[in-house]
């Protein structure tokens, strides 16, 4: 039938036989029959191999069936044979002869209560009320037979010494059992405290041979023995003693104990028991207190580590009279020295033990080596709480110990904070622009969530006390000392810890409190470290040792001097003659003492002469400063890897003196900086400004800047108070600041956009990906000389201008150009009412008509210099003291600076907004106007906060007055002061506190350095802010605050007002264009050279703001004066008899500021170009007079 089928198909398709030549098709046959079903190979293997798996599977079920049913049969049988063996037992207890024997407790009494009681308390996990009672006997029994002591087996054949050691570790499980789920706080479980007390005696009981009454001379080894093999048991973790005891303390002793707990007999009969358990392997023989290294007491050490010291609060829920247990050297030395040894060990189960049910109560915000690091420091020391200046390391203790194994718990919680840690909260330092309407209200259940953990992270810092109280450091670097003195050999036979620790060195020292510093400020990044700082800010001569170390190690190498590998590694001592000069020297060591009590006195307020504030230092900067050549000696050789190239123990020495030297320059005013040059000399400033100078460009300009990001935060913030002081008063040169950058500086161009891609990763959150020139131009904008910064922000303004027009707006004059009409002696009114609400739309283009003051259009059309006049004008008009929106500083330079009272004024706040748009719109078109800001105003423009010594530049008299408080000698109630300042406003006096309860708070000599700082802040800061605020929302409508903070306060003014009052005439004869007939040689143009060289500053200022609408020259030359300064000629025919008589041209010259061209006739004489020049500039009119 198949053949069939082919042959017709072949006949209805005779050509598809012909085209091919295959042969027919071979036939198949199915060997199952014809009614088979077909079926490929790969399914066929499928089926089979499923088939295999549930053969397979049936197999596992049924053997699984089998082993829950064997699992099953033995619970069964094993609950039925121990509750038949408890109740023989507690028959037969009731039966017992007094005149019962050692072996017959053993085999009658214990055997059998181990069995039913370990299967009970393995079968359900907690203690049963019939379990009890049987403990309760049992122990009891024990105890109250010492005639028949179950010990005495311990002392007996080999056979019963095994014995009592097996059912000994039983029952020391059992009770550590009993121990763990005790619970005072229930009165339900009263019975339950009993039974806990008499385990704890059992134990005690078993562990001291001392105590058993068949303890003698002859059996005292083999009860040594037998004791000693228990308390192995007990050190190791098999015993669970010391888990049941971290568990008891934490249920029963926490400090946030309810107040109607009482400390009773049973439970500190508990506490003590389990103490004394604890603390047993420590002394189960007489140790040498220094040999700590035996392993008689590593397993202790390590379980002691593990599950004591990471009890939260361990010093206070300890009971006080039981505390020196803890403390005592025999058992602190050697867990310290465990822990450097088996520091993996013990970190991998401390991190197991947060990961456990029975883990402190905030796992994820303070893991357990967190405690582990605060408790060794408070064990460690004895203080008093309400004195900083009296406490002491605790006897015996070796420092040298205690300083690295501290190091190495604080390394395990950084790591930890640092990859799964707490979050930080993010510190805003902006001054300005805080959007404080983004706020929402959360869930109380959340706020009140968030008040407990940053309260518990208050209360854990402080728990930290001892380290940032001055003793604790000085005791440190005087043990430094001493070991330093101290030759290798004799340390080492003195102390065998040597081998693990070595010496005590300055770099431990300053490893030890860096790492307190980057944990105090991951818990609390507002003030964590803030009494660190102050401590170690304050140290008589610290911050000299700390510098001294680095510039041993940067700057010695860098100038090839000869130097000695024990002193940079050490800094204890040695000679400084090859690092600082010999008179400079001998100054530091002869009046360090001084200079660090006049630091002092600015905290306690006592004796210091009413200095004056010099202007000048005693110690000029010298020619070689000045050099160009000398920027390479300000470009730090080792550091210009950034903080790769050094290693970890000199990057925390940089760490804690950044972020100590930081603070302390917050405190220190001008007058100890320049003149009394205190901690350091003006050199040695130049020289820490150069190291941080180039370690922070070289961190960035790498992309190394998140490599040791504790480091360069530090860093940072140091070198900007450096450069913020030296902007204020100049005590580097400037080549200092650039000599990084001078070599490897980007295109500018490039650098711009580089700074634009890390301003929008910022934004964005992701400032990993941000390019490492950007990183450098946003963190040190300063290694870029200013002119450079200049054309960078031009730079800005050119991208944005195109991104603008991209986007469709209008950028140039035509329709969709704003219109304004004002009229000139109503600017600012009309000027306001057209243009505040535009906002960022300010950036357009602006049409500028303008009403004469006799009400009548003047001519002219506008392409850019009347809009440039307008702003020029308003502006003028806006700052001009007499408006009454701005004031003068009461400085000589007469700076601006927002009026107080401008807050009351009807529409005031919106004025100065106003004025923030038209400054950033004159930023942004390049225009220069004729004021300068105060540098205080100026700094909150910039985000930045201001310190006491900027009030000299706001209000010198009162910057005299807080001086003279400051250091006033006697009792400084005789002043009659108190916290509060008084303004008058509008008429009015407003007395302002500047405290809560401040008019009833007097200004004593132990508070006066609060109020000084109170009444700057005050005038600084607070007062101004609002205004600076509103300012600053005006001005960024159109200039991006990352703009900004490529200049400092004084470069903003120069960027804003272009420099002096005067301007280069080569420079503007060489960028000038000729047109209408006027050339170089032209006779005319040869007379305006000559008279405008002639005039004075004033005059020439006024020539520029005549013909191009700006009194001052560009920033950056005539070159970038767009359009180019043109002279077009006007020709002036003049009869011949005219001119022989000495008559000259009668025309004025006239201006078009739209095209900065100076319309000059053709004059004859130079006295008629000068007469008819400078009527022309002083007419205040432009297009009237052509």
């Not at 088979?36 to 599977?57: F, Q």
């Not at 059912?167 to 005790?182: G, H």
């Not at 009229?823 to 602006?846: P, T």
């Not at 000084?1012 to 609002?1026: E, G, S, T, W």
């Given at each position: ?746 295109p500018i161009a490039a650098a711009a956009r580089a700074h634009e891609a890390v301003t929008a990763n910022l934004r964005s959150a992701d400032a990993l990906t941000s390019p490492s020139m950007g990183s450098v ?260 409508d159109l200039i991006s605050p990352s703009w900004l903070s490529l200049f400092n306060a004084s470069e903003f003014n120069q960027l804003l ?130």
């Amino acid at each position: 039938m198949t053949h069939e089928r082919e042959r017709e198909r072949e006949r209805e398709q005779p050509w598809k036989s012909n085209s091919m030549a295959t042969p027919p098709r071979k036939q198949q046959v199915s060997l199952r029959g014809a009614s088979a079903k077909e079926i490929t190979r790969d399914a066929l293997l499928e089926k089979v191999c499923h088939e295999r798996e549930l053969r397979n599977y049936t197999r596992r079920a049924a053997a699984a069936a089998l082993f829950i049913q064997k699992v099953w049969r033995r619970y069964h049988t094993t609950k039925k044979v121990a509750r038949q063996l408890q109740e023989e037992w507690e028959m037969s207890m009731t039966q017992y002869d007094d005149l019962m024997t050692s072996g017959w407790v053993s085999s009658n009494v214990l055997r059998p209560f181990l069995f039913f009681v370990t299967c009970s308390s393995t079968l359900h996990q907690k203690l049963q009320i019939t379990t009890i009672k049987c403990m309760l006997t049992c122990f009891k029994t024990i105890l109250q037979n010492p005639e028949k002591n179950f010990c005495s087996l311990a002392m007996g054949t080999l056979e019963e010494r095994s014995t009592w050691l097996y059912q000994a570790r039983k029952l020391v499980s059992i009770c550590s059992f009993i121990l763990a789920e005790c619970d005072h706080t229930s009165l339900a479980n009263q019975e339950n405290v009993l039974l806990t007390a008499l385990a704890m005696q059992l134990i005690v009981a078993l562990t001291d041979p001392r105590g058993w009454k068949s303890f003698n001379n002859v059996n005292h080894i083999n009860a040594g023995i037998a004791v000693k093999n228990l308390i192995e048991f007990i050190a190791t973790g098999k015993s669970g003693l010391y888990s049941s005891v971290r568990r008891y303390i934490m249920n029963s002793n926490g400090p946030l104990r309810r107040k109607s707990d009482v400390l009773t007999d049973d439970h500190f009969l508990i506490t003590a028991s389990a103490i004394t358990l604890a603390l047993r392997p420590f002394h189960v023989a007489d140790l040498n207190i220094n040999d700590v290294g035996l392993s008689d007491v590593k397993d202790a050490a390590e379980q002691y580590c593990t599950f004591l010291l990471t009890v939260p609060w361990l010093s206070q829920c300890v009971p006080a009279v039981l505390l020196p247990a803890f403390k005592h050297a025999s058992v602190l030395s050697p867990c310290l020295l465990t822990l450097l040894i088996s520091k993996e060990r013990i970190f991998v189960e401390m991190s197991k033990l947060d990961q456990s049910k029975f883990c402190s109560s905030c796992p994820n915000l303070i893991p357990s080596s967190g405690w582990a690091l605060a408790n060794i420091i408070n064990l460690a020391t004895e203080y008093d709480n309400g004195s900083g200046d009296s406490g002491r390391f605790v006897q015996g203790l070796d420092c040298r110990v205690y300083v690295h194994s501290v190091i190495t718990i604080s390394e395990n919680l950084l790591c930890w904070l640092e990859n799964c840690g707490c979050p930080r909260n993010e510190e805003n330092d902006e001054y300005i622009g805080n959007d404080e309407s983004s706020i929402e209200t959360a869930d109380p259940d959340i706020l009140e969530k968030t008040a407990s953990l940053g309260s518990l992270k208050v209360s854990y810092i402080e728990a930290f006390k001892p380290v940032y109280q001055q003793w604790h450091l000085m005791k440190l670097l005087a043990m430094a000392k001493k070991d330093f003195s101290m030759p290798e050999a004799d340390t080492s036979a003195a102390n065998p810890s040597f081998e693990y620790c070595g010496k005590l060195e300055l770099i431990d020292i300053a490893f030890f409190y860096s790492c307190m510093l980057r944990i105090f400020s991951s818990f609390n990044p507002m003030g964590g470290s803030m009494p660190t700082l102050n401590m170690l800010s304050f140290t008589p001569g610290f911050l000299v040792e700390l510098w001294r170390v680095l510039e041993g190690s940067f700057l010695c190498q860098e100038d090839h001097v000869g130097n000695d590998d024990k002193l940079c590694k050490n800094g204890i001592s040695g000679s400084h003659n090859d690092i600082v000069m010999e008179k400079k020297q001998g100054r530091v060591a002869k009046d360090a003492g001084n200079k660090w009590t006049s630091v002092l006195q600015k905290i306690t307020g006592k004796s210091c002469n009413d200095v004056d504030y010099v202007q000048s230092t005693n110690s000029p900067l010298g020619p070689s400063l000045d050099d160009g050549d000398a920027c390479d000696s300000w470009d730090v050789e080792p550091l210009r890897r950034g903080s790769q190239g050094i290693s970890k123990e000199i990057s925390c020495l940089l760490h804690l003196f950044c972020a100590t030297y930081a603070h302390l320059l917050l405190v220190l005013d001008d007058i100890e900086f320049y003149e009394k040059q205190v901690p350091f000399m003006l050199e040695q400033q130049r020289r820490i400004a150069s190291v941080l100078n180039t370690l922070v460009y070289n961190g960035f300009s790498h992309n190394n800047g998140h490599h040791n990001k504790p480091l360069m935060d530090a860093a940072v913030r140091c070198l900007h108070l450096l450069y913020e002081r030296d902007c204020r008063h100049r005590f580097s040169p400037p080549s200092l600041w650039i000599a990084p950058a001078r070599k490897g500086r980007p295109p500018i161009a490039a650098a711009a956009r580089a700074h634009e891609a890390v301003t929008a990763n910022l934004r964005s959150a992701d400032a990993l990906t941000s390019p490492s020139m950007g990183s450098v131009i946003t963190t040190t904008p300063h290694v870029f000389p200013f002119e450079e910064r200049v054309q960078m922000f031009r730079e800005f303004i050119k991208l944005d201008k195109v991104s603008r027009r991209m986007a469709g707006e209008v950028a140039g004059p035509g329709p969709g150009s704003i219109e304004i009409v004002v009229r000139r002696d109503h600017i600012v009114e009309d000027g306001f009412k057209q243009l505040n609400f535009l906002g960022s739309r300010l950036k357009s283009w602006i049409n500028v008509s303008f009403v004469s003051e006799c009400g009548l259009p003047e001519a002219g059309l506008d392409y850019g210099g009347l809009s440039k006049e307008f702003l020029t004008d308003i502006s003028r008009t806006a700052f001009d003291p007499g408006y009454g929106l701005f004031s003068q500083t009461s400085t000589s330079e007469r700076c601006l600076i927002p009026n107080t009272a401008a807050r009351l004024v009807e529409n005031g706040m919106q004025m100065i907004e106003f004025l923030g748009r038209v400054v950033g719109k004159a930023l942004y078109e390049g225009i220069l106007l004729d004021y300068s800001f105060s540098l205080v105003f100026v700094q909150k423009l910039l985000g930045r906060y201001s310190f006491l010594d900027e009030l000299s530049t706001l209000d010198p008299e009162l910057y005299r007055n807080l001086m003279y408080v400051k250091h006033y000698e006697g009792d400084v109630r005789e002043l009659s002061l108190d916290f509060t300042v008084t303004e008058e406003l509008l008429g009015q006096r407003v007395v302002t506190e500047l405290k809560s309860g401040g008019k009833n708070m007097a200004v004593t000599n132990e508070n006066k350095l609060q109020y000084v700082h109170a009444i700057a802040d005050y005038k600084l800061n607070r007062q101004i802010l609002p205004l600076a605020n509103a300012f600053y929302r005006g001005l960024i409508d159109l200039i991006s605050p990352s703009w900004l903070s490529l200049f400092n306060a004084s470069e903003f003014n120069q960027l804003l007002s272009g420099g002096k009052h005067d301007f280069d005439v080569d420079d503007l004869r060489s960028n000038t264009r000729y047109t209408g007939g006027y050339s170089e040689g032209s006779r005319t143009i040869k007379l305006f050279w000559e008279v405008i060289t002639g005039f004075e500053p004033k005059e020439r200022c006024m020539l520029l703001k005549f013909v191009t609408s700006c009194s001052r020259a560009p920033l950056l030359g005539f070159k970038h004066l767009q359009p180019t300064f043109t002279i077009h000629k006007v020709a002036c025919d003049v009869p011949l008899w005219a001119m022989i008589g000495g008559q000259d041209v009668d025309r004025l010259p006239s201006a078009s500021t739209c095209y900065n061209t100076l319309k000059l006739p053709t004059y004859k004489r130079p006295s008629t170009l000068r007469n008819k020049l400078l009527y022309a500039i002083s007419s205040n009119a432009g297009f009237e007079l052509s």
